[in-house]
């Protein structure tokens, strides 16, 4: 089983920028590793995944271009790099990791909330 810690969230003014880290323990290769998000009164949603190699990346539509997910697989992390935040993008962000052979994520670190004031 994965255990999944993040860290880096806090308070950021709109067009501002926030990098949130996940730190992974117990064996990650060729696992995808995701990130998503809750906002208050809101479903969880998709934010960007990573596979094991580089460039199997994927984002929401709605963060796009103004996240980057990257891992560090030496390290067993991985980051998302969260620029031009608006206040929709407020939340709690969540790290996760599911096998490559399934569908489900069925690791989960404890979040980490990302404030945007309006």
């Known amino acids: 089983q994965v255990q999944l810690v993040e860290s880096g969230g806090g308070l950021v003014q709109a067009g501002g920028s926030l990098r949130l880290s996940c730190a992974a323990s117990g064996r990650t290769f060729s696992y995808i590793m995701g990130w998503f998000r809750q906002a208050p009164a809101k479903e969880r949603e998709f934010v960007a995944s990573?596979?094991?190699?580089?460039?199997?990346?994927y984002y929401s539509d709605s963060v796009k271009g103004r996240f980057t997910i990257s891992r560090d697989n030496a390290k067993n992390m991985v980051h998302l790099q969260l620029n031009s935040l608006k206040p929709k993008d407020t939340a709690v962000y969540y790290c996760a990791a599911r096998s490559s052979s399934s569908y489900e994520y069925k690791s989960w670190g404890q979040g980490t909330q990302v404030t945007v004031p309006s």
């Open positions: 990573a596979g094991w190699s580089a460039g199997s990346t």
